[in-house]
T-cell receptor, first 111, second 116 residues
């Protein structure tokens, strides 16, 4: 399979709570990125973390990367109903310019 | 810039017909990717181009699929003949050269293909 794995597959939380999504991958990478997809729309880039970085922040987003475990997590703090979407991690494999996407997490934030 | 533009947004065709999907990348972007998204298989990378040259087409499912990039502002993905299992949303994405910019990929809105 091309894909990495994400968990959970689906997550439902109340507005104001934090949401954590995890991503595992299989090969060495140049960087890892997170994207959001609203229903029926294209993917929108959220944040990129390079292989030599361990943590990165952008607004309410916090991403961690553990290359020894080949895993990453995305934390969305103080979630809002507008955060309802599917979230995908994508890895750029070392030695290539290929972006390989995970299976995605469907997040639902209840108002 | 208007972003990555794909056409058509929706396509319904009969099995056996030829289907052509079109993509206009963001001006100045050197890389173009074609993805297919289905519930069963998620987002699959089909092929990507660098400076209009196909670099990796290992994700193209079979010979019925072909992709071209005749110039820096246009790419096509063709399926001939189409089959019901080709029904999916096809996305085009582009990005700048890694040396000059980030690796952020910009996606089009996708073409929803239904083969009946």
């Amino acid at each position: 399979s091309q894909q990495g794995e994400e968990d959970p597959q689906a997550l439902s939380i109340q507005e104001g709570e934090n949401a954590t999504m995890n991503c595992s991958y299989k090969t060495s990478i140049n960087n890892l990125q997170w994207y959001r997809q609203n229903s029926g729309r294209g993917l929108v880039h959220l944040i990129l973390i390079r292989s030599n970085e361990r943590e990165k922040h952008s607004g309410r987003l916090r991403v961690t990367l553990d290359t020894s475990k080949k895993s990453s997590s995305l934390l969305i703090t103080a979630s809002r109903a507008a955060d309802t979407a599917s979230y995908f991690c994508a890895t750029e494999r070392s030695g290539t310019y290929k972006y390989i996407f995970g299976t995605g997490t469907r997040l639902k934030v209840l108002a | 810039d208007a972003g990555v533009i794909q056409s058509p947004r929706h396509e319904v065709t009969e099995m056996g017909q030829e289907v052509t999907l079109r993509c206009k990348p963001i001006s100045g972007h050197d890389y173009l990717f074609w993805y297919r998204q289905t519930m069963m298989r998620g987002l699959e990378l089909l092929i990507y181009f660098n400076n209009n040259v196909p670099i990796d087409d290992s994700g193209m499912p079979e010979d019925r699929f072909s992709a071209k990039m005749p110039n820096a502002s246009f790419s096509t993905l063709k399926i001939q003949p189409s089959e019901p299992r080709d029904s999916a949303v096809y996305f085009c994405a582009s990005t700048r050269d890694r040396i000059s910019g980030t690796s952020e990929a910009f996606f089009g809105q996708g073409t929803r293909l239904t083969v009946v």
